[in-house]
């Protein structure tokens, strides 16, 4: 059994390569590569150190597994001028091998291809007052509703659900059973995962002798270009106005954001990040694992917020922040710190006590 | 493009009222509106500050926004006696400006309207031992099980499964992809958003040898009248009896609830809440964001969970809970003040230390 | 009503059984239970000690329920020798009564049955070059893509996608709206409930010039044999090579599992647990509620983490960690010690101070 069969890609996909046509690759894109070992070796894939075999291409970025370069069957490696590598092995070495493997992984292996419709599997569900713009793939088992419109080359998968008079852009791609509640604007070239509901109501209620009344959610979500959002995410619709997600942004899995929260451009939000409703948050923002954000504060543009971090106050421009409630990064090592001492800062005072009772009494048997 | 192109109401939708109807709309409801402005001035919709247009209501509730009265575009604003408001803006002032809103909302948009299946779309999969109430709508690509019970008015979106023997009550609205297990009691008004699952099977394994043995979850999921619940969230079946949730409780999304954990009547649970099994929750409780619960506690009635809290006791009724963890949060308040304030403790151990070591020097020299 | 009509049981699949039959299965099991009562008594279903009616069994093993004995209605109850129990209550005595309510549950109502596709409901959506295995049963609103492979004996809920090239084991068993994309593997006998989304892309960006560049995700998924997952999860794909789940591992709901991730057998993940990517997680390892592991770290077997717990360092096999930033649960009891101490040391430092004040003060007097 080959790789390919393991993996899946047809052989029609397939694209090889000499690692003089891959070297030449790397020059057009900026890159520097010098190579080490034979220019006409064929190059079939890029795979990992570990699961390599020969005829594919592996990359050492991270020291930690240095290790592995003895036992990689890969017939080449792309790795950092300088660094040992055992001999037998083609080497492409060049000075950002992780920018050079997503080149070389683009290059032999492109992006995922979605196959038209076939005409045996019955048509999507499409409301007669629906747009649908040319070349949009919309399978089987999906429903459009009322005055949506859908963008040019979208391609939308079973299961997904578009409701009422949304707007989705050109070259949308929507996974399985993504769901948009009505009214909600999605820009080009937008990517969402499988079960991710957009559009919902937030938590509005207004609480009326001891029940909460239901506000109705009258606002909406906008999405800007470029935004890929991962599996299992929800974005509440706004209470009025929108929720809005900038240009670029990408989120991963789990992920919830509250009604009226405005994010910025280019952000990176990792799984299960939570932010409540009313927060604006700025450009190239990156917040960590399972971090959160409390209602009603701005975060600024180029924030870090580390893994776990709860942010209660506004976060300044440029800053990082760790910690529960989320403090500097610097305020919050000196904490852990000192938190990590409090043992020996427990003995000392003993100590002190004792010295002091002892000094104590020496003045007293002198008075 | 006027508001309504954007926002998507459509033309026959749209309520108008002049300022003059809408105080007498809040009087009915008991509020005691006084309107500084003209009568006869028409309203079209309500919106934010930020993004109301000409002919539209705006509020200030928060008093953090007030500098957004100065550059509004509305024409009227609902908010407090006293608070200063720029010439040309006509106001009504209200000592409660959010309920007065949720009200105005309510009269000139109401609530999500659901179209009725039209003929051209397919019927849905219904079970010939299903029984479906009057007047209920069920889209095309919902399946209904085995001798399920749907109740009147009911609306259940395109991609919902409701399992075998399941009862569902009147008036409820099941976005799309919403699941639900065999023998799931919902009951009237319930609404659930898209991609949630009721009642499937909870971590429930013994230790065998080593590895893990299913035990069969007997147990169903109970859900009260005038419940709703958020996106993707998940609630486990019980092992045997049931897990319930109580009437008028509201769910954000992506929150897990164990199985066998019972929650009381109109508690509010905010994104990303995490229950374990065999929990008790009392009523009027409300969880914020991202806070978990262990197995087997008890929390008391209207008892406050703060953000990202850790709860791992019994928590008595009408306390405030906050950290990992949880602690009432007076205690919580004081520990965080001091750890704070570790920095300054250890240079004061410092300087007591000096001070000591030269009083014992004074004394051994004078010895 | 009777308990089968709110449970839903139909009543061809009830089986019953006197309580010398339940000891005697018990016997075969392994177990030594000592029966109290009447032999010849029938029971119909296992409940809990709340919930359970006349014909019923009940158990009794955390001694916190204990209570519970004195109102239950149900016929028998097994419980550990020497426990009191309510005269007139058949006992079955067992050193392991969890064990043996397990056994019971198994024996008297068995595992959920999944009925046959029925003719009226139309075909699944099943790609001409995918190959089903004998006695699959595939409910309609299932999408089967391009030569995937889907086991014998396997159960797929209608609203479930199965990409391209996917490998489905055998006795597989799939709740509804599950989404499994491109390429992945699943093992043999392994569930995965409604809306959990198995092999979407991860987090995989390269920064150029401020954004954010998608590296294609060509790895994938496999899952080995006896897996189950929970709902609403997501495992992302490697970008090279794989993401991993070994035999018998079980996730709760609500759980994200970054690409690259391998995770070892027989597991148990708790719901909410996030881990990062390039995470290798050894064989029976627990993670509580909530807790996450960032990147690129090595988690040993039989390693036990903690509910919130945020781990940023390896962990040793057998080690117990807690805490944010996760250390040995011993270090993490000290540390909660101390910091619940942190007033009573501020108020000796106070004292200390003015004690030596005073030295200093009796010292400069007598200079």
């Known amino acids: ?5 393991t993996h899946g890609l047809e052989a029609q996909d397939v694209k090889q390569a000499t690692l003089a046509q891959l070297c030449d690759t790397l020059r057009e894109r900026g890159l520097c590569p010098e190579l080490h070992g034979d220019p006409q070796r064929v190059i079939t894939a890029v795979n990992t150190l570990e699961d390599a075999l020969e005829g594919q291409i592996s990359f050492l970025s991270n020291p930690k597994y240095e290790r592995l370069l003895q036992e990689t069957r890969a017939s080449a490696v792309v790795l950092r001028p300088g660094v040992e590598a055992p001999r037998g092995l083609d080497l492409i070495r060049v000075e950002d091998p992780y920018a050079a493997i997503t080149i070389l992984i683009v290059e032999l292996h492109g992006y995922r291809r979605h196959r038209p419709p076939r005409a045996d599997e019955g048509p999507p569900n499409i409301a007669p007052t ?61 990517t969402i995962h499988a079960n991710t509901v957009i559009g919902e109501d937030g938590l509005g209620y207004a609480p009326v002798a001891g029940r ?10 906008t999405i800007g270009d470029d935004v890929e959002i991962g599996a299992n995410c929800a974005v509440d619709r706004a209470t009025l106005g929108q929720t809005s997600i900038g240009n670029g942004t990408k989120f991963s899995n789990l992920i919830t954001i509250g009604h ?36 009603h504060i701005r975060i600024g543009d180029r924030v870090t917020v580390g893994a776990k971090a709860g942010v209660t106050n506004n976060v300044p421009d440029g800053e990082t922040v760790l910690g529960q409630p989320a403090i500097p990064i610097r305020d919050m090592r000196r904490q852990v710190a000192y938190i990590g001492r409090l043992g020996e800062m427990h003995k000392t005072i003993k100590r002190l006590e004792e010295r002091l009772a002892e000094l104590e009494a020496q003045l007293r048997a002198k008075a």
């Open 130 to 190: 629906a747009v649908i713009g040319p070349n949009a793939r919309i399978y089987p088992g999906v429903t459009i509703d009322d005055e949506a419109r859908i963008g040019a080359d979208a391609v939308i998968y079973p299961g997904c659900y578009i409701g009422p008079r949304c707007r989705i852009g050109d070259q949308v791609l929507l996974y399985p059973n993504v769901v948009i509640y009505d009214d909600t604007h999605v820009g080009d070239r937008v």
């Open 1 to 5: 059994m080959n790789w390919y069969e």
């Open 260 to 295: 009226g929260t405005r994010i910025g451009a280019h952000c990176l939000f990792v799984g299960q990040v939570g932010l409540a409703g009313s927060v604006t948050v700025g450009d190239h923002v990156t917040l960590a694992g399972q971090a959160g954000v409390v209602g």
């Open 212 to 221: 909460w009344i239901k506000i109705p959610q009258i606002g909406r979500v």
